[in-house]
């Protein structure tokens, strides 16, 4: 199975600054199709699972355009440009490239400072 | 609107059985495959299982193979996840969610399996 790692697993920010978090695989997740379906989840303390992010860096359906993803291969970056209060929580990637199964990187806990 | 509602969950003891029940509204179930996955308290995220549209196809992690069945009808726009022989790490909460490689993502609010004697 393919392993998700994500750095770091704790993220406290500042509002209003930037933040970073990474996600490396552990082996390419480039599709047969060409396609390279890794996806970014944000989860609310006490919430389901929200995607944010498919195929890397598509943004799901009301999805502020401050949340960017990026990357290819193996290495990816999920940025906030600027953070807000509601930004809290934890957040995942998940590949769907290499599946069943699916497998998802331990989170990163987004905090406020 | 979407909707994929949970339940079934509850406590149990190790080595009994519960069903879930996840109920889909606001799209046409019969041609969506189907998923669970499940977070234990206070951990990440875990796929445990998928069902095709027709059920000619199934998947398991490892974990839970012989163990749990995933089934649906779609008459009744339902995924049911049968689970047996159950442990402590089976503890979480489980969510059912749609396919996540297409431009729609959709999952439940989940429901509470506490596995204790």
């Known amino acids: 199975d393919v392993v998700m790692t994500q750095s770091p697993l704790s993220l406290p920010v500042t509002l209003g600054q930037p933040a970073s978090m990474s996600c490396r695989s552990s082996?390419?997740?480039?599709?047969?199709?060409?396609?390279?379906?890794v996806n970014w989840y944000q989860q609310r303390p006490g919430q389901s699972p929200r995607r944010l992010i498919f195929s890397v860096s598509k943004r799901d359906s009301g999805v502020p355009d401050r949340i960017s993803g990026s990357g290819s291969g193996t290495d990816f970056t999920l940025k906030i440009s600027r953070v807000e209060a509601e930004d809290v929580g934890v957040y995942y990637c998940m590949q769907a490239t290499h599946w069943p199964p699916w497998t998802f990187g331990q989170g990163t806990k987004v905090e406020i400072k | 609107e979407v909707q994929l509602v949970e339940s079934g969950g509850g406590v149990v003891q190790p080595g009994g059985s519960l069903r879930l029940s996840c109920a889909a509204s606001?799209?046409?179930?019969?041609?969506?495959?189907m998923n669970w996955v499940r977070q234990a308290p206070g951990k990440g995220l875990e796929w445990l299982s998928y069902i095709s549209s027709s059920s000619s196809t199934i998947y398991y992690e490892d974990s839970v193979k012989g163990r749990f069945t995933i089934s649906r009808d779609n008459a009744k726009s339902s995924l049911y996840l049968q689970m047996n022989s159950l442990r402590a790490e089976d503890t979480a909460v489980y969510y059912c969610a749609s396919p996540q490689r297409g431009i729609t993502s959709y999952w439940g609010q989940g429901t509470l399996v506490t596995v204790s004697s």
């Open positions: 082996q390419s997740l480039v599709h047969s199709d060409g396609n390279t379906y």
């Open positions: 606001g799209f046409i179930f019969s041609n969506f495959g």
